[in-house]
């Protein structure tokens, strides 16, 4: 929780200062909740999973803050207890096919073994396209990774890397009914390729108001220095709002 609120103040106040310096200022808005569900005659399982994003923007500068807790248990036995929060910023994206970028984030993870991990870093980043229907870039840089992992439920892995942070991301909409959304990270160790981070996340969403969808969604999570990924599909619902 101290995370979460720790998030949400720095966007509060990020957000505050920068109105300071202008009247064009745009915000957005958007909260998912999604699940799944299954009881069968040998057992059952259950997973949640709660989303939020909310940027601040203008022409040349976009903030943005997240954050996502997963919870799921299977016949009784706790699968999931995974927390993410994260701040990041774009420099020109708006105006230039060729912009920057920023981020900090904090993950804890029962599913991936990730007691603690933080990242930090920066880099470049290429729009191929950036329309209101159709969106793609591609971005890289490098990260400052501190981590504390479990190797086994008693033995720590507390380490320090530097990381290549590899970033595919589009987003594509059909008549203002269908979005179909993706963004997938690649980050090796620089001294060790066979230490990497792997996330893909992909949805899609039936827009039933400008506000409301009905939002299916797959996300996949590999952690080679324990040996730990995870599959999760969800299906709920998705509000967003552009102010």
Same mark, same amino acid.
């Given at each position: 929780m101290r995370s979460i609120n720790v998030t949400i103040f720095i966007l509060f106040f990020c957000g505050t200062a920068f109105a300071q310096f202008s009247d064009s200022i745009h915000y957005y808005? #958007?909260?998912?909740?999604?699940?799944?569900?299954? !009881? +069968?005659?040998?057992?059952?399982? =259950?997973l949640l999973?709660?989303?939020f994003k909310v940027g601040v923007s203008k022409k040349k500068i976009v903030l943005n803050g997240s954050g996502s807790w997963v919870y799921g248990q299977s016949n009784g036995e706790l699968t999931n207890n995974d927390f993410s929060s994260s701040l990041d910023f774009s420099l020109f994206r708006a105006v230039? !096919?060729?912009y920057y970028w920023?981020?900090?984030? @904090?993950?804890?993870?029962?599913?991936l073994k990730i007691n603690d991990r933080f990242q930090a870093g920066a880099g470049i980043a290429y729009n191929f396209l950036d329309r209101k229907t159709t969106y793609l870039s591609v971005s890289d840089g490098?990260?400052?990774? #501190?981590?504390d992992l479990f190797i086994e439920d008693t033995i720590h892995d507390v @380490?320090?890397?530097?990381?290549?942070?590899?970033?595919?991301?589009?987003?594509?909409?059909f008549k203002e009914l269908i979005t179909i959304d993706g963004t997938h990270f690649f980050q090796p160790n620089i001294t060790d390729i066979?230490? =990497? &981070? %792997?996330?893909?996340? &992909?949805?899609i969403a039936?827009?039933? $108001? #400008?506000? %409301?969808?009905?939002?299916?969604?797959? +996300? =996949? &999570?590999?952690? +080679? $220095?324990?040996?730990?990924?995870?599959?999760?599909?969800? @299906?709920?619902? +998705?509000?967003?709002? @552009?102010?």
């Open positions: 808005g #958007k909260f998912a909740s999604t699940g799944s569900i299954n !009881q +069968t005659n040998e057992g059952n399982s =259950y999973s709660n989303m230039r !096919q060729i920023g981020l900090a984030n @904090y993950d804890k993870s029962f599913s490098f990260i400052w990774e #501190k981590g @380490y320090d890397a530097v990381r290549n942070s590899f970033r595919v991301s589009y987003k594509f909409v066979s230490d =990497y &981070n %792997l996330k893909s996340v &992909n949805s039936f827009n039933l $108001r #400008k506000w %409301l969808a009905i939002t299916a969604s797959m +996300t =996949y &999570n590999k952690v +080679t $220095r324990t040996g730990r990924e995870n599959l999760l599909f969800t @299906y709920g619902l +998705t509000l967003e709002k @552009y102010f």
